[in-house]
């Protein structure tokens, strides 16, 4: 552990240099987003925090002070809002090129996290846990527009060092065009499936350390095809239809559906600036077909150091179908919500098993912050603290509970079933800048044990 700290208290003196830079990083103005409802030209967007995908996630730009506004209603091809003029041409950062015809900014991130155990004897006898520290993820995203085109066209390119197979591999990566008779934009390559408000926000804006154990075991991190996302700002309707299939993602580790379609409708009955609140209630469907007619669900407890705690083992099944609901309520610096779904496997060799999970998380930034809550992808962003620590401020501090479970017990699955109760704190130093300190216990009731552990982890994460 002394070890850990040392690394930790190591990188912070380095980041502590920097908030000159990041003086300069704070007066980023906004990659022109064209919303389902404004005209085609490219138009100025809200100056939120730019990332896209998860610790598949693509950092991108952000400002130092948050937004005024608690509504986001832009979305681009990294399903990020970067922060770009439309100048004459000129390098305006060391990170971004802004000319009349084409906008490109390189964004990065990295995460770093360490985790403990302590495990009573039946949790022992089931799985044996050694304390860790590792490289989460460390990725590259490079993204734009074409503001001289009467519609609006973005692109984005994310590359990411796999550290467990010493590899690169490409995550988010695509082009999105504004399609307004549509009511929203047309995406097309690699990108998350869309089921799921938590599996579609940014895992690099994500309140929690890591997805539950039933978002990781059952959807896929990304998928290659077509999403069309929707909005329409009037009625409070929001929606996200995929399809997706494996021909350009053969052997990657996602890839475990041959195809699959998802829809994901949002209603927001309530979503008001003046008051700060966000009422969101969603319903997910999917339907798919995995590879070679075989699956496997499996989780690690929230711990990507840890083994898997759950899993079913290869069975085989032609077909999935998913179903589940999502709800949020967001007051001021307050959040409430929750999520849970059903999968149901034909597979007449387990006797159609349906599995099911979710969690229930409440967050809440004692500093006064609010999570901006983006209107198109139907997700929230990331906490951009008031007054950074570098400036004279506390930052942001963001205090969390979830409980989350996952049963795989169903017809001759024997994959087991895990709870997890995990307080934690986010200390968000500067809009680039986060520390992470989290503890859990869970239960694991599997080859007829049901042990307990505890879980004691640490995360330093780094983006631009």
């Known amino acids: 552990m002394r070890f850990i700290l040392r690394s930790h208290f190591l990188l912070l ?132 527009s074409f503001p001289s085109l009467s519609r609006k066209v973005t692109w984005n390119v994310g590359i990411m060092y796999d550290a467990p197979t010493h590899s690169w591999v490409i995550r988010q990566t695509g082009i999105m065009v504004a399609v307004p008779q549509l009511w929203g934009n047309v995406f097309i390559g690699r990108s998350k499936e869309g089921f799921s408000l938590n599996k579609v926000m940014v895992g690099y804006d994500g309140w929690t350390m890591e997805r539950s154990t039933m978002s990781d075991a059952t959807i896929p991190i990304l998928a290659d095809g077509f999403k069309w996302l929707g909005y329409t700002p009037k009625h409070g309707f929001l929606w996200n239809f995929g399809y997706y299939n494996d021909w350009l993602s053969q052997g990657q580790s996602f890839s475990t559906y041959h195809n699959q379609t998802v829809l994901r409708a949002v209603w927001l009955p309530i979503h008001s600036d003046k008051t700060r609140t966000a009422f969101h209630v969603g319903l997910n469907l999917r339907n798919g077909s995995p590879k070679q007619g075989q699956l496997q669900f499996r989780a690690r407890p929230e711990v990507s150091q840890a083994p898997y705690f759950v899993d079913t083992g290869k069975f085989a099944t032609t077909n999935t179908k998913m179903a589940g609901y999502e709800t949020y309520y967001r007051k001021g610096s307050l959040l409430l919500g929750s999520e849970y779904w059903w999968v149901h496997a034909n597979s007449s060799s387990t006797h159609n098993p349906t599995i099911h999970g979710g969690d229930f998380v409440a967050t809440w930034c004692i500093t006064g912050e609010a999570r901006a809550y983006n209107t198109i992808q139907g997700a929230f962003r990331e906490v951009i603290p008031k007054r950074s620590v570098f400036s004279g401020g506390l930052g942001a501090v963001e205090l969390i509970a979830r409980f989350s479970d996952i049963d795989l017990d169903s017809g001759t699955l024997k994959g087991g079933k895990f709870w997890r109760f995990t307080p934690m704190v986010n200390w968000y130093l500067t809009d680039y800048l986060r520390l992470v300190g989290t503890y859990g216990i869970g239960r694991l009731d599997r080859f007829n044990l049901k042990g307990n552990t505890q879980f004691f982890q640490t995360r330093l994460q780094f983006e631009f």
């Open 13 to 144: 003196t380095v980041f502590a240099v920097l908030p000159a830079w990041n003086s300069c990083r704070g007066q980023d103005s906004a990659i022109a987003q064209a919303t389902p409802e404004s005209s085609q030209q490219p138009q100025p967007v809200s100056s939120q925090k730019s990332v896209a995908t998860s610790p598949d996630a693509n950092p991108g730009s952000q400002q130092n002070t948050p937004p005024s506004s608690t509504l986001d209603d832009t979305v681009d091809a990294g399903e990020m809002d970067d922060d770009i003029d439309h100048a004459p041409r000129r390098m305006s950062r060391w990170n971004e090129y802004t000319g009349p015809h084409f906008i490109a900014k390189l964004g990065m991130g990295f995460l770093i996290d360490t985790a403990a155990y302590a495990q009573n004897i039946e949790s022992k006898e089931q799985i044996n846990m050694l304390p860790a520290q590792r490289l989460r993820d460390f990725r590259f995203v490079l993204g734009g």
